[in-house]
């Protein structure tokens, strides 16, 4: 018996989409690891099992009180035979709604609980990877796992599982209280069924083939729009001139959606006009055999009418038994992909329990032991032999032509990668024992690629020390020489950045950057190209204050611009990943080397 909670089936889809067949070939999902998402709720389901099962039992009652209602008690008259059974209708009718609402929130709740716990380890684990991870992966696939394949997976445990208990449990009681009912007409039913289903089977999966192509039209303007409406999109199509061209292309897809809007509606209305002709030829030949009754036998006219509605109503649950297949395949095929990211490794493990650091008592000695890199997809080594000591308190500037392995030395010492060879120390500690939330604390960097994100100044700012007060961000723009310009903005720290911050110029950005990174204070410093996007002027400015901001603390600094790193206490000349020449501004010149060449 058709429940109110019972799932309306989506007429479709039968057919199994080729790319989830392909995904579960690639990446096949056990069903021991599928339902290990279940782990501890095994307890709610049993118990949505349990509803479901009781509500189609009680759902039975209805037919049967119906015929006693048309062959009983109306022709006798009998008043408290009909109350009885009425009353008995509408408790069957509050018992199998109350069921439903029960079922519906137990294994909506599971469900959700599920996603969350699956969502928060897989943000996690991405989270975890290394940032080569992120230059080789698309952001959009990212977003996509963590945020569609998971919530798409909600259709699984709240629809689709009950969904199958729901329509057998309903399919096997309907089809038994038939029998019960009037065998004869059961057997009818055997014949009228399946070319009922057929039918409107056959003009569900034109919808949905079209409604595929529809989607997969969207899923194409949503990437132009993404792609040319966005800051950067809108600068290279104004710089360029391909606005017309942009424009011409999002046309022709918008204008290709009218076409399969139109076919879609009209299979849509075939559907719908196969369905009623099928729910009314059910009961008409049903009707039909009642009046041979010289041929079948007689038959009262509650079992004809109870039988009717028995009828149509096992209809649904058998639709959505037959849907269940690839339903479950493009269930699987999520959870592969998800499942894919979790099965990652991680190149930067976190350390187990990991040393702990005291920041108070941090002195800053840094050592590179044979440091080595080569990436995986690589033959060559991207640095080799990298023996440097940064006493606590002094700067290192590192200097070299374009690819010469400076940032990524300095990446190392971040621990955004880990080297393949050798070690880093931090006051004798391996950078790799060390716990992210220590490491962050005491190594504070800023990059020649400045992110800030869509909000106010000081939400950006307090993303590096949240409890940091309004005169500490003052005192940090203050530092980073952007005090005033803030201070002349309307909305002074509460001015939104825009996205990634093209509100403000890239020095302006940069120097957002570096107060960002003085509100946490770190006693070891790392700046990749931090003054580059300055000028002069602004430079010598920021520059006069990073000196002072130096003093006591252990720097490492990459630059280009070699009039940045004179007053360095050492300084490392790389080339092709190797050191080949080391001192002090003075001495490197006086060599007459690399160092030189550069300065020249």
């Given amino acids: 018996m058709v429940t109110l909670d019972t799932p309306v089936p989506r007429f479709g889809p039968a057919r199994i989409d080729p790319a989830d067949r392909a995904q579960l070939s690639e990446s096949p999902v056990t069903l021991q690891r599928a339902l290990g998402l279940f782990a501890g709720h095994g307890g709610s389901l049993l118990a949505v099992v349990a509803i479901i099962v009781v509500a189609s039992l009680v759902g039975l009652a209805s037919p049967f009180l119906l015929r006693e209602v048309i062959d009983v008690a109306l022709p006798t008259q009998n008043l408290t035979l009909l109350v009885w059974l009425v009353v008995g209708m509408v408790a069957v009718a509050a018992i199998t709604g109350v069921l439903g609402v029960w079922q519906t929130w137990l294994a909506t709740a599971v469900g959700q609980r599920v996603m969350h716990t699956l969502r928060v380890r897989v943000f996690g684990h991405i989270q975890a990877q290394s940032l080569d991870f992120f230059k080789r992966t698309r952001g959009g696939e990212i977003q996509s796992r963590l945020l569609r394949d998971v919530a798409g997976l909600q259709s699984v445990l709240t629809s689709t599982a009950t969904s199958i208990a729901s329509n057998v449990t309903t399919a096997v009681a309907t089809a038994v209280a038939m029998v019960v009912l009037d065998w004869r007409l059961s057997l009818l039913s055997l014949l009228v069924l399946p070319p009922a289903v057929w039918g409107t089977r056959k003009v569900a999966l034109v919808r949905r083939e ?74 008409a030949l049903l009707y039909l055999m009642a009046g041979l009754g010289s041929l079948i036998g007689p038959i009262s006219i509650g079992t004809l009418i109870a039988f009717a509605s028995l009828q149509t109503a096992i209809f649904r649950p058998i639709m959505g038994l037959l849907n269940t297949g690839a339903q479950w395949v493009a269930s699987m095929a999520l959870l592969s992909r998800i499942f894919g990211y979790l099965d990652l490794p991680i190149d930067v493990p976190e350390p187990d329990p990991g040393a702990r650091f005291d920041r108070r008592t941090v002195r800053g000695d840094v050592r590179f032991e044979g440091v080595g890199l080569r990436f995986a997809d690589s033959a060559t080594d991207v640095l080799s032999d990298i023996d440097i000591t940064i006493a606590p308190g002094t700067s290192l500037a590192v200097v070299g032509e374009t690819g010469s392995g400076k940032s990524t030395l300095a990446s190392l010492l971040a621990r955004l990668a880990d080297p393949t060879a050798g070690r880093i120390l931090i006051d004798g500690v391996d950078l790799r024992e060390l716990r992210a939330a220590d490491r962050t604390a005491i190594i504070g960097m800023v990059t020649q690629e400045t992110y800030l994100v869509h909000a106010t100044i000081a939400e950006n700012l307090r993303r590096a020390a949240p409890h940091a007060s309004d005169d500490q961000l003052w005192e940090a723009l203050g530092t980073a020489q952007l005090a005033d310009t803030v201070a002349a903005l309307p909305d002074g720290l509460d001015t939104v950045v825009g996205a990634r911050g093209h509100r403000f110029s890239g020095g302006e950005r940069q120097r957002l950057a570096i107060a960002r990174t003085l509100l946490r204070n770190p006693p070891i410093l790392v700046l990749d190209e ?28 990459i630059a280009h611009r070699l009039s940045t790193v004179r007053d360095a206490d050492q300084i490392v000349v790389l080339d092709a990943g190797r050191i080949v020449e080391r001192g002090t501004h003075s001495e490197l010149l006086a060599r007459g080397g690399r160092y030189a060449a550069l300065n020249r």
């Avoid at 194409?220 to 424009?247: M, P, Y």
């Avoid at 959606?257 to 299979?267: G, K, Y």
């Avoid at 580059?532 to 490492?556: I, M, N, Y």
């Fill in 530 to 557: 931090a003054t580059s996007a300055l000028d002069t002027d602004t430079e010598r400015d920021l520059q006069a204050a990073l000196d002072h901001l130096r003093a006591g603390r252990t720097t490492l600094t």
């Fill in 210 to 283: 079209i409604t595929g192509t529809m989607q997969a039209r969207l899923a194409e303007l949503h990437g132009e729009v993404e792609e040319v409406l966005s800051v950067n999109g809108a600068l290279l199509a104004k710089t360029i001139g391909s606005q017309d061209a942009d424009r011409e292309r999002f046309a022709v897809t918008s204008e290709s959606l009218i076409d399969l809007e139109v076919r879609s509606q009209l299979a849509g209305r075939w559907r719908m006009a196969t369905m009623g002709i099928v729910f009314a030829a059910i009961p």
